[in-house]
């Protein structure tokens, strides 16, 4: 039982459950800039997607579903707000940001 509980723990707190590229935090709350182009545009679409407890993921993060929310069709930047507690494994939320025209 002891052993179950210790390798249990080892995987909650794993990296793998990070959804940042910050590092382990009790509470995290950053940007990350993931593609930029020479195109140009002063809209912009955002796309979410949560997750509750490591059982539960909820949205769609996708590029696509933020530059249909933005109605845009020529991507200038896509950049993701991630906000999560104890490393996304209580609970996570990561926003994708589209702008452009």
């Known amino acids: 039982m002891k052993t179950i509980l210790a390798l249990s723990a080892v995987a909650l ?8 590229k910050t590092g382990p935090a009790l509470f995290q709350k950053v940007s990350e800039s993931e593609l930029a182009t020479t195109n140009t545009g002063s ?6 997607s949560s997750n509750i ?3 539960v993921s909820l949205g769609d993060s996708s590029i ?26 209580v609970y ?9 025209q």
């Open 43 to 48: 809209r912009e679409g955002r796309a979410c």
């Open 53 to 55: 407890l490591g059982i």
């Open 92 to 100: 996570g939320e990561r926003c994708t940001v589209v702008t452009g």
């Open 13 to 20: 707190l794993s990296a793998c459950g990070m959804p940042s």
């Open 64 to 89: 696509e579903a933020a530059k249909k929310n933005g109605h845009i069709t020529r991507v200038a930047s896509v950049d993701a707000d991630i906000t999560a507690f104890l490393g996304g494994i």
